[in-house]
Each structure stands twice: as structure tokens, then as C-alpha cells.
């Protein structure tokens, strides 16, 4: 079983910063890359950012310059820092673990930027 919590957010200003931190839990050996997705209101939930074993990095065009992943070696620990946001930023974060080709999902967190 893994369990994934994010933490985070919250509502700020637009050209303002957020941090977003995911903690992973229980069976959590053999995973190869963990990721931040969003989901805004009436849309799909889309890739922001993901991060593998080998730290090899995936950043979203839409955040690239903006947004930076980053996790602790043990791989149980993933963050998300998020600059100079804008209000289509706005939607619900998720956390996801990949592990031996099944994914996880945390209960996400909110995110609001207000113009």
C-alpha cells in the first residue's frame, strides 16, 4: 500500500509564490518517478512536472521557467516550487508515485491565483 499526501497550498497573488511538498508512505521501494499533476475546473488533469530515479526532469511548456520539481534522494519526498504564478495556474495539485509500472495518486491540494 502507498499512501501520498500533499501539502502547501493555498490562495495567493498572481506573480506570487507557492511550494507544494508530497510525502510518500508504506510500500514504497521500487519507485521510479514520482509527478505533479493539476486540474483545473471543467478540464483535464494535465502533466506539470515529473521526476525520475535518474532525476531526469519533464516540465510542462505551459511552466517551464516558472515551476521547478525536485525531491530528496530517497525518493519518498517530492516538491514543487511554483513562481511568478498567473491565475490559470489556479486548479486542484495531485502527487503521483510511479512504482513497479502502477501509479498512485495523493488527494491533491488547491491551488487559487487571484489576479
Not at 518517478?33 to 515529473?50: C, D, H, I, N, T
Request: net charge positive; proline share 1%.
Amino acid at each position: 500500500q502507498v499512501q501520498l499526501m500533499e501539502s502547501g497550498g493555498g490562495l495567493v497573488q498572481a506573480g506570487e509564490s507557492l511550494k507544494l511538498s508530497c510525502a510518500a508512505s508504506g510500500s514504497i521501494s521500487g519507485t521510479t518517478a514520482m509527478a505533479w499533476y493539476r486540474q483545473a475546473p471543467g478540464k483535464e488533469r494535465e502533466l506539470v512536472a515529473s521526476i525520475a530515479v535518474g532525476s531526469n526532469i519533464n516540465v510542462a511548456d505551459s511552466v517551464k521557467g516558472r515551476f521547478n520539481i525536485s525531491r530528496n534522494k530517497r525518493m519518498d519526498r517530492v516538491y514543487l516550487q511554483m513562481d511568478s504564478l498567473k491565475v490559470e495556474d489556479t486548479g486542484v495539485y495531485y502527487c503521483k508515485l510511479r512504482r513497479l509500472h502502477n501509479d498512485y495518486w495523493g488527494q491533491g491540494t488547491q491551488v487559487t491565483v487571484s489576479s
